[in-house]
């Protein structure tokens, strides 16, 4: 009901110039939200690209990726501001 | 109820403390690793990374890397680092984990460098228990040198030395390392995990933080296989070499734990081992007198002996700086000399420098490294800037280049500058720039004969246009060496 207007759980932020575009981030991603740039870098590979919404801030990209520093996972922070459950139900409710 | 302000986010996964924020390598490529797309080791470094952020012992932690892709530890992990032999990382632990007891020591390992060559040594350190932690990454193949079979290769597997396939009869079979260490009695954790898929990647991240963390209570030896994908020399896009870990490799090499005995020896540590006894009370253990000791090292070194020529070749991949030492050191051969060649390139398989070092002697060569050539072959100024100072006072530097770099002159060094590249294409093509500088080499040497360097010609190029072109070249160089003789 009120989906559109809560925040996505997780955030990602990937540097484009260390990625190496091999993929495994998108073959691993659980909710497919990143695909492969058409755009090149500087050393002519396709990167991952974030699709801008959908993320669930669960990490796994980030493990699979072989560039140590070319995946940030961000996640929404938990805020304590009388809403715990609401806030702790955003887990729930997808599942 | 819902705040709808602005979402605040938190970083939740990012690059570990304990690699380098930067990578001292070159200077191009400084915010990336030197692995191939897809590759493991990278998954694995962050890893082992990981762990020891979660641990907190970045400060005492000594990475030991060996030789193969997984050499760049040094560049990666901002913790302690130790590059070792080619397969001796487990020796060189064990003297470090010894002489350093608060020290948390890994040596990190691919299968060829472990498994075949290493063998003995971690044989030997997990049989003595070292309280070491072991990272053994199974690629199941050579990948650094190109793709030979390692002994891990699997039953069937292509690869540069096993064309058809492994075949068991010939080859033998794939060595299980893990199960065959768990069959003794001192090491206390092995297990083997996969890259396969997001499972066993988590399970992976799992275990090298559990082997690690046996090391930081004292438990003892541990070690993690891990199964991972080589894209590059398998042939296959990095999510199909994924894949094939899962369900290729992980049917000879099974996952799972072959030895735990961390229970047990938190009940009862291992017996802590006797301190080594200082240095200075070694002659007193040895029964060797004061009056007796060596004076330096001075009487222990070798007696130089005579030496006809001692080259370096170096330029980019490609320039024809391997075929060069080649040429020279079959040429050598012909002529009944002792010969080495020893061609030396990075690590990386793509953006390379390549070098050779060629010795021709009438005595047996000791080694086959030039550390101070007579003759410097540098067909790039990079290469020049790099072994400019290690030519021998006396010697001869043949440069590639329109103009000499004027910082690079030494008053005890000759030099013979061209731009043999442009002379060469003037000839016809300018990859004969390598026969045109050989050329200069040769008259300078004057030690071969010409037949020698013809028969060396035709035993290694085959085409009969290039053997036409590099006689001339050869001469070309020949005749420019005299006239910058002449004009000396």
Known sequence: MTDEKKPDRGQLRIDEQECKGCGLCIEACPPKVISLSERLNHYGYRTALYQGSGCTGCGICFMACPEPGAITVLRLMNRGAGSVSATGAVGGAAA | MSNQSVA???????????????????????????????????????????????????????????????????????????????????????????????????????????????????????????????????????????????????????????????????????????????????????????????????????????????????????????????????????????????????????????????????????????????????????????????????????????????????????????????????????????VSWLPSYGPEMRSGTSNCHVRLSRQTIDSPLVTAPTVLVAMNEPSLRKFDRSVRSGGWIIYDGDEFPADCAREDVHVLALPFTRIADAMGDKRAANMVMLGAVLERSGVLPQASIDAALRRLIKNPRWVELDERALARGRELFKEALAEA
Not at chain 2, 179 to 187: D, G, R, Y
Not at chain 2, 227 to 235: A, G, H, Q, R
Not at chain 2, 294 to 302: D, F, H, S, T, V
Not at chain 2, 318 to 323: E, K, T
């Open chain 2, 8 to 338: 605040e986010y938190e970083v939740a996964r990012s690059k570990a403390k304990s690699l380098y924020p930067r990578y001292e390598r070159k200077e191009e490529l400084q915010h990336q690793t030197h692995f191939c797309p897809g590759c493991g080791h990278g998954i694995v470094h962050k890893m082992v990374a990981q762990a020891i952020d979660e641990l907190g012992v970045q400060d005492r932690t000594i990475m030991v890397g060996p030789v193969g892709c997984s050499v760049f530890t040094y560049y990666y992990f901002d913790t302690g680092n130790v590059q070792s032999a080619h397969g001796r990382a487990p020796a060189v632990a064990t003297a470090i984990r010894r002489s350093r007891p608060e020290s948390i020591v890994i040596s990190y390992q691919g299968d060829g460098d472990l498994s075949a060559i290493g063998s003995a040594e971690i044989l030997h350190a997990a049989n003595r228990g070292e309280n070491i932690t072991v990272i053994f990454v199974n690629n199941a193949i050579y990948s650094m040198t190109g793709g030979q079979a390692a002994p891990t290769t699997l039953l069937g597997q292509k690869s540069t030395t096993t064309p058809n396939g492994r075949n068991a009869a010939t080859e033998g079979y794939p060595l299980h390392v893990s199960e065959l260490l768990s069959t003794l009695q001192a090491p206390a954790y092995i297990e083997r995990v996969g890259l396969g898929d997001n499972k066993q990647i988590a399970q992976a991240s799992r275990a090298i933080k559990r082997a690690l963390d046996n090391q930081v209570r004292g438990l003892g030896f541990s070690l993690i296989e891990v199964l991972s994908p080589c894209p590059t020399i398998w042939k296959m896009t990095p999510v199909d070499s994924q894949h094939w870990v899962r369900d290729v490799m992980e049917k000879t090499f099974p996952l799972g734990v072959f030895c735990d005995r961390t229970k047990e020896r938190l009940a009862a540590p291992a017996a802590q081992s006797v301190p080594a006894p200082a240095l200075d009370e070694l002659p007193g253990i040895l029964g060797v007198a004061e009056e007796d000791l060596p004076e330096g090292n001075a009487a222990a070194m070798a007696k130089e002996q005579e030496i006809d020529l001692e080259v370096r070749i170096a330029g980019f991949g490609g320039q024809g700086v391997l075929l060069l030492g080649e040429m020279l050191a079959e040429a050598g051969l012909d002529a009944g000399l002792e």
